[in-house]
């Protein structure tokens, strides 16, 4: 049984090389753009995303949920906001599942009012926030060991197949529902939602409807520095093999502490920090700052490399939306062909609304069009123009305006359809 290998030489070279990018940039940038030292003091960096909901004033409940092949999933919920609404009185739950390499952090990080978890929680919903496997939230398992390399065998189509139907089952158990009010996800987040319900059909009848923040499914116009990595992926994949290198960027990683070190050390490299953000999410033109000081705390909170990798496979396969490519003879063994077997997105019954970034390098506009041509219930597909990027979804001080309210709209509008 082979151990989990800490990260080695060719892992460490991502935090500088992604720093050296950003220099460049950062200096041309305005003084306007430069927040002050004293804005990036920020305790919400230290603290578990459990305690932050607890922070703000709302009620917690923690849960776990076991998958089928055994990992243990932490899930949060926020039964009620802070009005007190008795749960008699609310709509059906809504769950939100976070992108690749995050944790449920992602829906918290603004102020109290502009925080998708917080604004649906004070509008009478049941929350429910997702921690996918392999998360800090989520490193547990009923029999593997995180520190062995047998935990960290799982790709995309595990966590989708597995991760989400397990999650959206014990939810309805708790809560009694036949039904979820929305699966809300955001970037990966989608793109698991997808495979969870082509490959376990009764999850599209678990769901009055499904929203994609950001949806990735192909990422073939991927406009970011990582899809220069992804031209290589057959090299990179085959070093971290022969390393037993299994885990990506684990919150408590060399790595990261290496990252929250030098953010931590003085006004420029906070600067820097933000900035090294902005090259894999896009540049937000408006943001919180309090918010993107936190997120170092929270992300990147670690993935396998076996999902990392099938990120990049996407990156460099064209307009598709496959299985994880392991190579001609073992894809025969597993698929029947040579190639991956693809995801038949027809299959996606749920009633699906879409919303993209204008100006998002992860979820370009080719590709969320292309998306929608193969989807089996589009319902919308809204493009935000503002310019909006990938991080805009969760860090814009205008995404209340331009994604959140309309959710709430959008699930009122569901709740009153519904009743009827």
Known sequence: MATRHSPTWYSHLGVPLIIIIALNVVEKLPHSMQPDQNEFDNEERYMTTADIIRKRGFPLEVHQAVTEDGYILELHRIPYGRNGLSPN????????QHGLLWND???????????LAFILADHGYDVWMGNSRGNSNSRKHVSLD????EYWNFTWDEMGRFDIPASIDYIL???????LSAYIGYSLGCTLFFIGAIDKPKLNNQVEMMIGLGPTA???HLDNFYRYLGMVVKSYHFLVRMTCTTVLHSNDGFSHNLLKLFCDSGRFAANLCVHLLFQ?????????????N???????????????VQFLQHSNSGESFHHFDYGCHENRKRYGTCTPAHYDLSLVTAPVYL????????????????????????????????????????WSTRATELVYLPIISLLSTSHLTSSV
């Open 146 to 149: 995180p520190e062995k390399e």
């Open 355 to 394: 919303m993209s970034g204008d100006k998002d390098p992860i979820a370009p506009p080719k590709d969320v069009q292309w998306l929608a041509t193969k989807l089996g219930n589009l319902k919308s597909s809204t493009e935000i123009e503002s310019p909006f990027t990938h991080g805009d979804f969760l």
């Open 105 to 115: 952090h992602a829906w918290m990080m603004n102020p109290t009012n502009s925080s």
């Open 218 to 220: 192909s990422i073939a």
């Open 280 to 292: 894999i999410f896009g540049y937000s033109q408006s943001y919180y700052v309090s918010a993107l």
């Open 173 to 179: 158990n708790v809560t009694g529902q036949d039904k």
């Open 294 to 308: 936190a997120i170092i705390g929270h992300y990147p909170d670690g993935t396998s490399i076996g999902a990392a």
């Open 89 to 96: 009185n609310r709509s059906r739950p809504v769950f939100l």
